[in-house]
């Protein structure tokens, strides 16, 4: 009964499996990223030709299209043209694709102008995008808008970045360094002994 | 559902260890076996597998429910009392649940039959949601499976979604696993990339390395304190170590949460059967001490006399006992008629209370016995992974089998 089949499948995964060390680590530095931004899926495509980066012609085409679902899922609708272009800059939005014919509502959004690729360790190795659009100052951004760029083809670093707020415990906050009076409490316990395998199932 | 012999990807193994999969192979047997594949088509996935699995962990939530609020029940799962107000109040709170894997018996005619819930700490995590989904990218760019096909996987992004969902922004998460197993820690690696997307800290600790604070808070290795605590550790243990009595006071926030200790024990079988007898995705189950002597000529107990008579029939042509706490097929006897019992070599849980269920023969393809996991992640499944294995008890050296959908 599907007239257009609903992908079953996700569009990135962690692949990494970095070991204990590495998750460890990673969690107390703000890691910067290699990212690469690109107007079109073909100025990727020739950009890969070199085989020096960390990129492939298959990475572009899946992390294009990607971004390019993800610009329709995410990207934020308005209600007219000029809202969006106030947001935008003028020349920069379309109609929504996805809007009901003739619904009015919030039917219009930027325009995909490029996407942005980086090389995320962070997030269990693998490729991870982002669609970019314009800003009203001529910037280009993530649809999320909280990271802006001058250009929307370059190479750089980009912070994964994080945000911390600590949940409200009865004593301590969360990752605070504490005086421990006793350890080993957890793990010994016995609806099953048998060593070495796992905890699991 | 089908089984296709594929070509395998040249250098898997290589590329398998430079990921990090370090346990694709097992005690010199193969775990990840992609010589061939099991292809189903989309409407035997969403209709006989996807929605099926929806159901019944909407089922499973409201049999928890139900054993939270019978003392009966929860003594009949062997939930110590002292704890019985925290699963509870984790209930009524609606602390939201993370992921599960239900383990079903599917030859691709029936119904898909639940056999049992891992609710609380299931693994192979890492093959089904990464592996899985490499492979099946890499077959597709190979022109070894059509462009059309797909997978049924969506278990990443989902988790991603989900942690989103149920933590704040930036909320820092401790995993707790026994980091010298590869399989535990893998798994628990994949839930934390998936938090760290969602824009969450995730900090390992190595479970025997929590301790306890002057403020009777839990710290981590590190002695930095937890504030929301994933373990892969199973609730049944968690409830009678030493740390127990420090579980509410600690002020700790635990996922998956407590109230899946009714949930990811085999005592909710009977119960499920219970509440919904005759559901095509059931399996007819009681506790085994009001049937034992039922199933030798004897009398069941009164109170499930009618509904052990109606599954009579079917017990007699099979059945399988179970302790309510087991791992990986481990306490597991097969009785089928005219047969010695099968049991599995592993009874290192067989001192607990049992459950009997029928017997779902599983199918055969080319001597091997698939089970399908079929991923639940918050309320929804949105992936699966299959194991076989030449034994008709799925054990811990059973094979991981890639799948996709075409069709």
């Known amino acids: 009964m599907t007239t257009t089949r609903h992908r079953k499948r996700s569009r990135h995964v962690a692949l990494v499996l970095a070991g204990t060390a590495t998750l460890a680590l990673a969690a107390c530095e703000d890691e910067r990223v290699d990212a690469r931004s690109f107007p079109d899926l073909e100025s990727c495509i020739a950009a ?29 609708r308005y209600e007219s043209k000029e809202l969006c272009e106030q947001q935008h800059g003028v020349g920069n939005c379309g109609s929504d694709p996805a809007a009901q014919q003739g619904g009015g509502g919030f039917s219009f959004m930027p325009l995909l102008v490029g996407y942005m690729m980086g090389s995320m360790l962070s997030r269990g190795g693998g490729i991870f995008s982002q669609p970019m659009v314009r800003t009203a100052d001529g910037r280009f951004a993530t649809p999320k808008g909280d990271q802006s760029f001058a250009t929307n083809n370059g190479a750089g670093k980009v912070a994964s970045s994080t945000f911390n707020r600590a949940p409200a415990t009865i004593g301590k906050p969360p990752m605070t360094a504490a005086q421990v009076q006793s350890r080993g409490g957890f793990g010994a316990s016995a609806t099953s002994r048998n060593p070495g395998r796992s905890l699991g199932g | 559902m089908e089984k296709r012999i594929l070509p395998e990807r040249p250098g898997w193994r290589d590329e398998a260890a430079r990921l990090g999969f370090s346990f694709a192979d097992m005690d010199g047997q193969p775990y990840w076996d992609e010589t061939s594949a099991y292809c189903f088509t989309l409407s035997e996935i969403e209709d006989r597998i996807e929605a099926p699995s929806t159901e019944l962990h909407q089922m499973c939530r409201a049999a928890a429910e139900r054993i939270l609020g019978e003392e009966q029940l929860l003594r009949r799962l062997h ?12 209930w009524r709170q609606g602390e939201p649940e993370l992921y599960g894997r239900l383990d079903l018996a599917y030859d691709g005619q029936g119904p898909a039959l639940l056999l049992e819930y891992n609710a609380d700490t299931p693994t192979a995590l890492y093959e089904s949601a990464s592996y899985q989904w490499l492979w099946f990218e890499q077959q597709q760019a190979a022109g070894v499976l059509g462009a059309d096909c797909d997978q049924f996987n969506s278990i990443h992004e989902s988790l991603v979604a989900r942690w989103a969902e149920i933590c704040a922004p930036g909320e820092d998460v401790h995993f707790a696993a026994d980091s010298s197993n590869p399989e535990d820690y893998a798994t628990v690696e994949t839930l934390a990339w998936a938090a760290r997307e ?7 600790t190595d479970l025997a390395q929590i301790g306890l604070t002057s403020d009777g808070q839990f710290a981590d290795g590190q002695s930095r304190v937890i504030g929301t605590l994933f373990k892969l550790y199973p ?17 700790t926030r635990y996922i998956e949460p407590p109230w899946k200790a009714v949930v990811s024990n085999k005592g909710l079988l009977p119960v499920l059967w219970q509440m919904f007898p005759g559901h095509p995705n059931l399996l007819p189950a009681f506790f085994a001490e009001d049937v034992e002597q039922a199933l030798t000529g004897g009398q069941p107990a009164a109170h499930v006399a009618a509904a052990f008579d109606a599954a009579r029939d079917r017990l007699a042509r099979g059945h399988v006992t179970k302790p309510i706490y087991s791992r990986e097929g481990a306490g597991v006897t097969l009785h089928r008629p005219g047969q010695p019992p099968l049991c599995h070599a592993d009874d290192s849980y067989s001192h607990h209370p049992m459950i009997v269920q029928a017997l779902a023969p599983l199918p055969d393809f080319g001597g091997f016995h698939p089970v399908l996991g079929s991923w639940i992640v918050g309320q929804h499944c949105c992936g699966l992974g299959l194991r076989e294995d030449t034994s008709p008890i ?3 050296l059973s094979r991981f089998k890639p799948h996709f959908i075409e069709g």
């Open chain 1, 48 to 76: 890969s030709k070199d085989n020096s980066l960390w990129f492939t012609e298959q990475d572009c085409r899946q992390n294009f299209a990607a971004a390019q679902q993800e610009h329709l899922e995410t990207a934020p």
């Open chain 2, 79 to 90: 939930v110590p009392a002292e704890h019985w107000d925290l699963l509870a109040e984790s």
């Open chain 2, 198 to 204: 969602a824009g969450l800290g995730a900090h390992f």
């Open chain 2, 235 to 251: 609730w049944e243990d968690m409830l009678r170590d030493s740390y127990a009595e420090h579980l509410v006071g600690s002020g």
């Open chain 2, 394 to 396: 799925t054990h811990n």
